[in-house]
């Protein structure tokens, strides 16, 4: 079965930095684009940052400067570096995936509480 292995989540003060991680499990399917979404308490899901199939990264307003999106292909697995956390970064973080012959893929989030 083919899943999405996410970790790096946890407790962190304000000011601070987690790298998360998003790993392929149960498949050598190549990556395409790579989302990362977060849901903080009673909001709706949000789109924090993109890295496409040649490595280009977008990223929404509120992160730009201190998160970083990256890839290496050669683990199958997708990274989130946050630096410079703060407390409305509080959220459960999903990786979403699109996976050649498999399609878009969920993981099943981690939580990043960013408190002090």
């Known amino acids: 079965q083919v899943q999405l292995v996410e970790s790096g989540g946890g407790l962190v003060q304000p000011g601070g930095s987690l790298r998360l991680s998003c790993a392929v499990s149960g498949s050598n399917s190549s990556i395409y684009a790579v989302d990362w979404f977060r849901q903080p308490p009673g909001k709706q899901r949000e789109l924090v940052a993109t890295?496409?199939?040649?490595?280009?990264?977008t990223y929404t307003d509120a992160v730009k400067g201190r998160f970083t999106i990256s890839r290496d292909n050669a683990k199958n697995t997708v990274y989130l570096q946050m630096n410079s956390l703060k407390p409305e970064d509080t959220a459960v973080y999903y990786c979403?995936?699109?996976?050649?012959?498999?399609?878009?893929?969920w993981g099943q989030g981690t939580q990043v509480i960013v408190s002090s």
């Open positions: 979403n995936m699109d996976l050649q012959k498999i399609g878009r893929l």
């Open positions: 890295v496409t199939t040649i490595g280009l990264t």
